[in-house]
């Protein structure tokens, strides 16, 4: 299951973002951001291979949004708002050279989505693998 591993691995990256304290350079921000949307890409296509591999192979999965809601369908997830808005985050990665924006992003992935991704990781490791 290798979109798994590389999710476990991108959530251990983005979990080094809690060290660190404003005020970011330009470097530190953008790079916090970055792996964020990382860790991002690599949940929903790990929701993705486990959903596949579990049978959900003839539902559409094709798009994020798509597979976060078959993944709350089916239980992998608990909070499908939290992931769309989650999913609206990584959209907005694109405008990370917005100061505002990029701190959003690292605000909401310490207050939520590292919390969020923990679950799915826990999730996975416990019903899914």
């Not at 470097?27 to 959900?56: D, H, N, P, R």
Request: aromatic share 10%; hydrophobic share 40%.
């Amino acid at each position: 299951m290798k979109k798994v591993e590389n999710f476990f691995r991108a959530l251990q990256n983005l979990k080094e973002i809690e060290g660190k304290k404003p005020p970011f350079d330009t470097i530190t921000l953008t790079g916090m951001v970055s792996l964020f949307g990382i860790c991002f890409e690599q949940a929903w296509k790990a929701m993705k291979e486990q959903l596949e591999a579990s049978g959900y192979g003839n539902y559409k999965t094709g798009s994020p949004k798509a597979v976060i809601k078959l993944a709350y369908q089916s239980e992998m997830i608990d909070d499908e708002p939290l992931w769309l808005a989650a999913l609206q985050a990584r959209n907005n990665v694109a405008h990370s050279y917005n100061e505002a924006i990029a701190l959003s992003i690292i605000r909401e992935s310490r207050e939520k989505y590292i919390g969020m991704f923990e679950k799915l990781q826990k999730e996975l490791q416990e019903n899914w693998m």
